[in-house]
């Protein structure tokens, strides 16, 4: 059977400017960022989708990894010292370098969201934007695979510019 390759484009819709102006040193998830500040700058053509965003507390950011040069289908991700299938881990070195947070929304003005817990780099272009709903997105784990004995790093283990090329 031929595979047929489908050309995928996304549009960035915002801008999100964080404290972080490199990949090394930036928090790996956004629980390990707790309490740091960023900016989302929507772009005015994207403004009206913003409509009652202001009533969420949380939201997911979806977002292009600009920084990462290539893709591996076996990386060894942050918080292990062993190779690991890319998908089954977080690595932002994936063959669609789409990442996720989610981070606090603190207040709205015009085209910009005030966020906080970022785990982002400065400048990086973002995807979209979806409201946090705890019944929709908590779901209770069996089983963590390899990061059961090591989200214990989560808080000390930081960007070291590995996947930076």
Do not use: C
Request: aromatic letters at 10%.
């Amino acid at each position: 059977m031929k595979e047929v390759e489908n050309m995928i484009t996304y549009r960035e819709i915002g801008i999100v400017q964080s404290p972080f102006k490199e990949p090394k040193g930036t928090p790996i998830q956004s629980p390990a960022a707790q309490d740091i500040d960023g900016v989302i700058s929507i772009y005015p053509e994207y403004v009206e989708g913003l409509k009652d965003i202001e009533g969420f507390s949380h939201i997911i950011l979806l977002y292009h990894f600009h920084l990462v040069k290539e893709s591996s289908l076996l990386v060894k991700p942050f918080l292990d010292t062993n190779l690991h299938g890319v998908f089954a881990t977080r690595s932002p070195s994936r063959p669609n370098p789409i990442g996720f947070s989610i981070v606090r929304l603190i207040k709205v003005e015009e085209n910009k969201l005030y966020i906080r817990d970022v785990d982002i780099v400065d400048g990086t272009p973002l995807l979209d934007i979806k409201p946090y709903v705890a019944e929709f997105d908590i779901r209770k784990p069996e089983r963590t695979g390899w990061f059961e004995k090591n989200v214990h790093k989560l808080l000390t283990t930081k960007d070291d510019g590995r996947f930076v090329k």
